[in-house]
């Protein structure tokens, strides 16, 4: 078994020595447990904040533990009448060829895959990043027909998914993205009624002519530049689901990055906003999983993704997405 695991913290950007490659054994599965392959590995935003010292709503990774990680795993070897070899599960295994754990943990689910959705979906769109912008959207946001809601990070996962259930609740949706093959997609593909172009170098005034009306919602991805750009564009009764903020990921110390909260509490009135969690809605899983697969099933639920080859190309993969390098959901695939 191969794994990369956290050898120092990285100070800014990820440099060469601060993760590596090492064996590590699998170990035997005790009773109640299994060892599972694993097949597909998600790359996600939050993995950069957890190699910090600081605490978060989430524990740092310890040096020398593995990158955290969900992924799309086969089960080998089973211990367990809960799984079976063959079983597909995701489950967070870390960034690693190979795990072992309680057939019953927390965070582990039996994929039910739909008949034209790809394994790797369940990582994407279908998966937690897809609950995210759903449930972002849907319960902290609270769309009503004619909003303007307006996403930042609009072609990956999490936006990909606000903008086009946002289109299905009546609302007049723009996306703000990283170049034009970007917004050229989120428009012509996802069906939003704008983008605008972030890096072209006319953010306010874009964005401006973007929502004549104004923005009810501003769906919070990014942070920064977006946020300061969006803020006098806020409606009264405006709501601002914070999901992330990329933008200040990488910062040597992310306490000294002005927040969207701090942009958000100088305005006048101060608009509706919270951070919240894709696990707040974990007793749904199941059920909302089902709903975004069945829209992805249907064709109705359009998506991207970017897909580096085996865990070599694990940590070049995860610095280009906080970069913007990828093209939708980043993920790596480690086996068939
Ligand atoms: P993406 O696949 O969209 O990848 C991140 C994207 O962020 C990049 O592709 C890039 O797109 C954009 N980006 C990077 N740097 C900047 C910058 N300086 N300014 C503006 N945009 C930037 O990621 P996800 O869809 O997986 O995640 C989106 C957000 O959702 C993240 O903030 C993540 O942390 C958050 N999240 C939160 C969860 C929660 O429970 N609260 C759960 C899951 C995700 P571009 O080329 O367009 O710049």
Known sequence: NRAIVLKQRPQGEIQEGDLAME?????????????????????????RPRMNDAKGYMDPIGIDEVIVGESVARVVESRSDKLKV????????????Y?????????????????????????GVAGMPGR??????????????????????????????????????GCRVVGVAGGPEKCRFVTDELGFDACVDYKAGNLEDDLKAACPDG??????????????AVAPLLNPGA????????????AKDMSEVETPFQ????????????????????????????????????????????????????IDAFKGMLKGRNFGKQLVHIAD
């Open 86 to 97: 063959g079983d597909l599960v995701t489950c967070y295994s870390g960034w690693q060829e």
């Open 99 to 123: 795990v072992t754990f309680p057939a019953d943990a927390p965070m582990v689910y039996k994929i039910h895959q739909k008949n034209n959705v790809p394994l790797q979906t369940y990582l």
């Open 23 to 47: 064996a590590r054994p699998v170990r035997a599965p005790g009773e109640g447990e299994v060892v599972a392959q694993v097949l597909w590995l998600s790359l996600d935003p939050y993995m």
């Open 215 to 228: 923005i009810d919602i501003y769906f919070e991805n990014v942070g920064g530049a977006v946020t300061k």
């Open 132 to 169: 995210t912008g759903y449930c972002g959207l849907m319960y902290v946001g609270k769309p009503k027909a004619g909003d303007t809601v307006v996403v930042s990070a609009a072609s990956g996962p999490v936006g990909t998914v606000v903008g086009q259930t946002a289109k299905q609740e």
């Open 263 to 314: 942009i958000l509490k100088a305005l006048d009135p101060v608009p509706e906003h919270r951070f919240f969690l894709v696990t707040e809605w974990q007793d749904r899983h199941q059920e909302i999983t089902q709903i975004l697969a069945d829209r992805v099933a249907s064709g109705e639920l359009k998506y991207r993704e970017t897909i580096a080859e085996g865990l070599d190309s694990a």
């Open 239 to 250: 709501r601002v689901p914070i999901c992330g903020y990329v933008s200040a990921y990488n």
